[in-house]
């Protein structure tokens, strides 16, 4: 972790809190072992032994999971203005869940597990800003539509945009309207099956690459490009962790 990083989550890993388990002697070397695992996407018994017991490494990243660190954080670097908020896309990716996340003891749709056309799998629904930086993010069942993610997506805090890139997958009367409601123009090209089609401003359209990009560097971490957790929490923690390093990055090449 470079120590522009540790000047980001310093302030948040080291508050005291009623989930926040006993002081680690190195906030920052079980913070590391956390990025060790997301960035490899081993098991937690393989840990080096350099960033202390696995056990205890564990048991931190969960206290922290748990309290809603990774989610405060996130929306601390939304709320910093730094992105370009105004122009915002969605999209959702599919993650092929590993035989150990399967069979968790209230099964497997309450983890956000569903069996799709590849298997058992996790869907992550993600809403970027015009840098394709991550606002949002939600979790869901591998077979669930991009429509019924939709809602949950845009119900997360983060700021609000002007306009929203999404492609078909998302077009919906019902979604339209919602968009519209909140003042956002929908940048949304129709479905062939449409009577009526409208045209589309097709240079904004095509910067939804960018949301397909941050989805590109978020399964660099391997953690993310295959679930291993049993708990939708733990992978969604990941999930988050990935996102806000992106932030901090790209803050650290912009400097």
């Known amino acids: 972790m470079l120590d522009e990083e540790w000047g980001f989550f310093e302030p948040f890993v080291t508050a005291s809190g009623p989930k926040s388990g006993r002081p680690a002697k190195s906030h920052r070397l079980v913070l590391d072992g956390v990025f060790w695992i997301a960035r490899t996407g081993a098991p937690w018994r393989d840990l080096p032994n350099d960033f202390g017991t696995w056990n205890s490494v564990y048991r931190q990243f969960r206290r922290w999971t748990q309290a809603g660190l990774w989610d405060v954080m996130l929306e601390a670097l939304n709320e910093s203005g730094a992105g370009q908020d105004s122009l915002q896309m969605i999209d959702s990716t599919v993650v092929r869940a590993h035989q150990h996340a399967a069979g968790p003891k209230r099964g497997t749709q309450k983890e956000d597990i ?34 019924k993610g939709y809602g949950p997506l845009m119900d997360q805090p983060g700021p609000s945009p002007k306009v929203m890139l999404a492609d078909k997958g998302y077009d919906s009367d019902a979604i339209r309207q919602d968009l519209k409601d909140r003042g956002v123009e929908p940048i949304i090209p129709f479905k062939r099956n449409r009577k009526v089609q409208e045209p589309i401003d097709g240079f904004l359209y095509a910067l939804r690459n960018m949301v397909e990009r941050c989805f590109n560097k978020l399964k660099q971490s391997r953690r993310l490009a295959t679930r291993y957790d049993k708990t939708a929490s733990s992978f969604l923690g990941f999930v988050l962790i990935a996102s806000t390093r992106l932030w901090i990055r790209h803050f650290v090449h912009t400097a």
Do not use: Q, Y
Not at 116 to 135: E, M
């Open 114 to 147: 569903g069996r799709s056309r590849g298997g058992l799998s996790t869907k992550i629904h993600l809403r970027t800003n015009g840098l394709g930086l991550p606002v949002a993010v939600t979790l869901s069942p591998g077979e669930a539509s991009d429509m």
